[in-house]
């Protein structure tokens, strides 16, 4: 028996569990858009998703099925734009709690996410990060060498 406080899972995790699996089930429309995908975005103060506006222009670098590094016995396939939308939401909601690693490989994408370019911005000591720089104490040593 435990006796911890612990959650075995967490709201949010439920709630993305039911908006793919509506997805992948046909079911998934506005209404079932607002009572998952909206109330975390809702908490979050992000704009609501319109399920209505979300085709296959709605993101040009979504899964189209075509990538170059794919390989093994499983076709590639490509990701339908809402479903695509609903995963891109899973990854950013649960980022850093060791659910992606899982989903990659239940999606079958793993030469998707894999094998690309990382992409983000580079910082040099010189740019003003939110302003002056605050560094503390331990590091301001390290910077003046």
Known sequence: MCDSDKPIFKVEE???????AACELGQFDQAAADISINRLRKRAGVADMEVAKIDASFD????????????GEMPDYEVE??????RRERIVELMGEGFGFY?????????????RQEQGMWWSMDDPLYGQHQWYPEYQNRLER
């Open 103 to 115: 989903d990659v490989r239940r999606w079958a994408k793993a030469p998707y996410f894999i094998n």
């Open 60 to 71: 040009p670098n979504r899964d189209k099925g075509n990538n170059p590094h794919w390989s």
């Open 81 to 86: 734009p809402l479903l695509w939308e609903i």
């Open 14 to 20: 439920a709630i993305l569990n039911y908006a793919e």
